[in-house]
């Protein structure tokens, strides 16, 4: 009798056990499914919601059209020249400048101006051949090898390499010098006026030697800053320290 008893106890305990871990079990269970349950449906919001929106506002006076142009923009740069060798724009003389360069100013220029129309000077062709190049020029002309406009205060005489320079007048070799613009250089004087031969390419006479109309100073050579021009000298006369057309001294009948 006391075995059955002690049977349906130890019976009753393990049944009694066994509901309390089924218990814990499913309890355990619901808890896992709920916390997965709400990281996916966290997770599932994050991805699907929209991103918050920037608030752009445009007003109308922003919105330009394509290929309109812009209206208060002013072009600042400069349009390139293609044609590099074309010669650059006179320069304008004023009115009154233009009057003012007719007048003579300086009184060394009104004493060459006197002097230069009661000298005896009497000049004959630097070159056997009277080729004038390009004649003296108060007025600015333009020169090819320095792309600019300036006055012509002499008369180049075109000749070939080698060609003998001859004296233009009697005078006294006062100086004999050389220079970036203008070559070999032979001065020679005749009273007032000074006679200057540019452009030599050899130099036959020397600084105080005295020398007669016809004879030979030097040959042709180059003249630098008229490169681009034909083989000539360049030859300018100085009256008072003032330029005048070496032309006007040279008679006709030669």
Same mark, same amino acid.
């Given at each position: 009798?006391?075995?059955?008893?002690?049977?349906?106890?130890?019976?009753?305990?393990?049944?009694?056990?066994?509901?309390?871990?089924?218990?814990?079990?499913?309890?355990?269970?619901?808890?896992?499914?709920? /916390?997965?349950?709400?990281?996916?449906?966290?997770?599932?919001?994050? !991805?699907?919601?929209?991103?918050?929106a920037?608030k752009?506002?445009?007003?109308?006076?922003?919105?330009?059209?394509?290929?309109?142009?812009?209206?208060?923009?002013? *072009?600042? !740069? $400069?349009?390139?020249?293609?044609?590099?060798?074309?010669?650059?724009?006179?320069?304008?003389i004023?009115?009154?400048?233009?009057? /003012?360069?007719?007048?003579?100013?300086?009184?060394?220029?009104?004493e060459?101006?006197?002097?230069?129309?009661?000298?005896?000077?009497?000049?004959?062709?630097?070159?056997?051949?009277?080729?004038?190049?390009?004649?003296?020029?108060?007025?600015?002309?333009?020169?090819?090898?320095?792309?600019v406009?300036?006055?012509?205060?002499?008369?180049d005489?075109?000749?070939?390499?080698?060609d003998d320079?001859?004296?233009?007048?009697?005078?006294?070799?006062?100086?004999?010098?050389?220079?970036?613009?203008?070559?070999?250089i032979?001065?020679?004087?005749?009273?007032e006026?000074?006679?200057?031969?540019?452009?030599?390419?050899?130099?036959?006479?020397? /600084?105080g030697?005295?020398?007669?109309?016809?004879?030979?100073?030097?040959?042709?050579?180059?003249?630098?800053?008229? /490169?681009?021009?034909?083989?000539?000298?360049?030859?300018?006369?100085?009256?008072?320290?003032?330029?005048?057309? $070496?032309?006007?001294? !040279?008679?006709? *009948?030669?």
């Amino acid at each position: 009798m006391s075995d059955y008893y002690s049977r349906n106890n130890r019976s009753s305990r393990r049944k009694r056990r066994s509901g309390r871990e089924r218990f814990g079990f499913y309890t355990a269970a619901f808890i896992c499914l709920a /916390a997965v349950g709400m990281a996916v449906y966290s997770t599932y919001n994050t !991805i699907s919601a929209p991103p918050a929106a920037t608030k752009i506002e445009i007003t109308t006076q922003e919105v330009q059209a394509v290929n309109e142009f812009v209206q208060g923009v002013t *072009e600042s !740069i $400069p349009v390139p020249r293609l044609d590099s060798t074309s010669a650059p724009e006179q320069p304008e003389i004023a009115p009154t400048q233009a009057a /003012a360069s007719t007048i003579p100013t300086a009184t060394g220029e009104s004493e060459a101006l006197r002097t230069m129309l009661s000298t005896d000077l009497s000049l004959s062709y630097p070159l056997k051949n009277p080729n004038v190049l390009r004649a003296f020029s108060k007025d600015s002309t333009y020169f090819k090898t320095l792309n600019v406009w300036r006055p012509h205060t002499g008369v180049d005489f075109a000749g070939d390499l080698g060609d003998d320079v001859l004296a233009m007048c009697d005078g006294t070799v006062t100086k004999i010098h050389e220079d970036k613009l203008y070559g070999k250089i032979i001065e020679i004087s005749h009273n007032e006026a000074v006679c200057v031969y540019s452009g030599l390419g050899s130099v036959d006479v020397k /600084a105080g030697q005295n020398v007669k109309s016809g004879d030979k100073i030097g040959t042709v050579g180059a003249v630098p800053f008229e /490169a681009a021009d034909e083989n000539h000298i360049h030859v300018s006369v100085k009256i008072n320290e003032a330029y005048a057309d $070496p032309m006007s001294f !040279i008679s006709n *009948e030669d």
